[in-house]
């Protein structure tokens, strides 16, 4: 078992002794653990790559309605405002958001998403990654070899944290989501792992202590917009990383800190739609419009 | 489960919102489809916690039934579950009930019927990222949460039976990773083992179990 890893600096250990990649150390563990194939693996993650793209386009021609009618039509929106102005943010970031909001329409109307690492961030991987992946003239191979960096940073997170909001607030679902788009997009762009790591650190830094508050307990609001954030987060952090900057505090500490921040959260601001937004009175009207009376607060 | 696969993390691939009220309602129904097959007159779904206060807005609804009806849960036609129910002639009600404080807050009874009259009764848990639990079958409390490829035998005597299994398992070289057995309370003529053995069961194996003296009935999952 010599590509087993369960820290970052582990990763790092390994990756400078054989001089791998991220991606390759990954994909090592995973033909050492589940004895399939390299090609066979690579194989399952083209496939997950061909879901998050059509739904990246999804949302962007047609007025999609999520089940609960409270999000649809955004993705829509911002690409007819892109086609008669000149966005503020930049074509490539705007785009990178649109097509995160777009994929978060998708799965709020039923539509088929990869869960990265949930279903309520799996917006920004496709975002952030594919989407920068796209516009800087990536193949498929470039980007399923980038979306196994992504999945190497989820595993740390969920081995010594946790990726639900139930346990650990946005932070841990778009933060992870964030985390993991950055550091694949260095390496993609041929940063040195130690960059990649240090890419995820800044997104985890950014936004600590975002609380987990989803409007009538649904995947939908602010769920979609935070998701259009954590792209941005993730794109800002690679370039900064890819700059040279160097992260303070060491990813494994900062994965620490998330985590710890996640628990001393009070149970209202994880998911349970009892505080933030959700317990809004505006927040609490919606949830009884949906679901009836008596159904609002939590 | 600190092993992550990469699968795990980047996936499942699934029909959304929510990887715990759609994904893991689906893999329930299809769970319950396992067991009763396609000859099915009606289902009634009794949601428990969170499932029974939420369960509209996340399709939930409409992703048991789909299971039920066979779908997984990264099929399309999850968002059409009560039209294909119709189609198929297969009736459904959908009931807000606590199933006792201990339950798991996502958690759903399923009765189903079949067209021969006999039922079949499932309770089960979404414990979240899409992974569930069977927690009860026809009268019986187990667990199956269908990780591996799990054998499930429905037996009518207690006698010989787990001797039996393991000698079977071994002649054909399957590992045991886990084995539960489970009694119906008070009742020695109706039981359930759950096996969960590491790698692809074989018709031959099954052939084998079905045969075996006092064994009533046999699942793979």
Redesign the interface.
């Known amino acids: 078992m010599t590509y087993r890893f369960?820290t970052g600096e582990e990763l790092l250990e390994i990756c400078g002794e054989k001089k791998m990649t991220i991606a390759q150390v990954?994909l090592a563990r995973?033909v050492e653990?589940?004895k399939r194939s390299a090609e066979e693996?690579r194989g399952?993650?083209l496939?997950?790559l061909n879901?998050m793209k059509t739904a990246i386009q999804a949302g962007l021609h047609e007025g999609v309605k999520?089940?609960?009618g409270l999000i649809g039509g955004e993705a829509y929106k911002l690409s007819q405002y892109a086609a008669t102005h000149e966005p503020l943010s930049g074509r490539d970031m705007f785009q990178a958001m649109t097509n995160a909001m777009s994929v978060m329409e998708?799965?709020?109307?039923?539509?088929?998403?990869?869960?990265?690492?949930?279903?309520?961030s799996?917006g920004i991987?496709p975002g952030a990654l594919v989407s920068t992946g796209l516009r800087q003239g990536k193949t498929d191979e470039e980007l399923v070899e980038a979306?196994?960096t992504?999945?190497?940073i989820?595993?740390l997170f969920?081995?010594n944290a946790t990726v639900?909001g139930?346990e650990g607030g946005c932070q841990a679902e778009t933060g992870t989501a964030s985390a993991?788009a950055s550091a694949a997009i260095v390496e993609m762009m041929g940063g040195s792992p130690a960059a990649a790591l240090s890419a995820a650190s800044f997104t985890i830094k950014n936004i600590l202590g975002l609380v987990c508050d989803p409007i009538?307990?649904?995947?939908?609001c602010p769920c979609a917009k935070r998701n259009a954030l954590g792209t941005a987060n993730a794109i800002l952090s690679a370039d900064m990383a890819l700059a040279g900057l160097e992260t303070a505090i060491p990813f494994d500490e900062v994965v620490d800190a998330m985590y710890r921040v996640g628990k001393v959260m009070s149970p209202t601001l994880r998911e349970t739609a009892m505080g933030g937004l959700a317990a809004t009175p505006t927040g609490i009207r919606i949830a009884e419009r949906?679901?009836g009376p008596g159904?609002g607060r939590g | 489960m600190v092993d992550y696969s990469m699968f795990d993390i980047l996936g499942p691939v699934m029909i959304g919102p929510s990887s715990s009220h759609t994904a893991g309602a689906a893999r329930i129904g299809k769970m319950a489809h396992k067991f009763a097959g396609d000859d099915i007159k009606s289902v009634d779904f009794y949601l428990h916690g969170s499932f029974a206060k939420t369960y509209r807005g996340h399709g939930t609804d409409k992703a048991l039934l789909a299971g039920v009806l066979g779908f997984g849960e990264s099929d399309d036609r999850l968002r059409e579950a009560f039209e294909i129910a119709a189609q198929r002639g297969v009736a459904y009600s959908f009931q807000e009930k606590d199933l006792g404080d201990l339950m798991h807050p996502n958690s759903v009874k399923i009765v189903i019927r079949r067209t021969d009259d006999s039922e079949v009764v499932l309770i089960g848990s979404s414990i979240g990222g899409g992974n569930i639990n069977i927690v009860h079958l026809n009268g019986i409390d187990l667990t199956i949460s269908g990780e591996h490829p799990t054998i499930i035998v429905r037996h009518n005597t207690s006698k010989g039976i787990i001797s039996g299994m393991t000698n079977i398992l071994m002649a054909c070289n399957l590992d045991v990773l886990y084995m539960s057995f489970h009694k119906k309370k008070n009742r020695d003529d109706e039981g359930v083992m759950v096996i969960e053995v590491s790698d692809v069961v074989s018709d031959e194996a099954l052939r084998a179990i079905r045969t075996f003296p006092g064994i009533v009935d046999v699942y793979l999952i």
Do not use: K, W, Y
């Not at chain 1, 998708?106 to 309520?120: F, H, L, Q």
């Not at chain 1, 009538?216 to 939908?220: S, T």
């Open positions: 369960t990954m995973e653990m589940s693996i399952q993650m496939d997950s879901v999520s089940v609960s998708v799965n709020a109307s039923m539509g088929r998403i990869v869960a990265s690492p949930t279903a309520g799996c991987v979306l196994l992504a999945s190497a989820g595993f969920s081995r639900a139930s993991m009538a307990g649904l995947v939908e949906i679901f159904h």
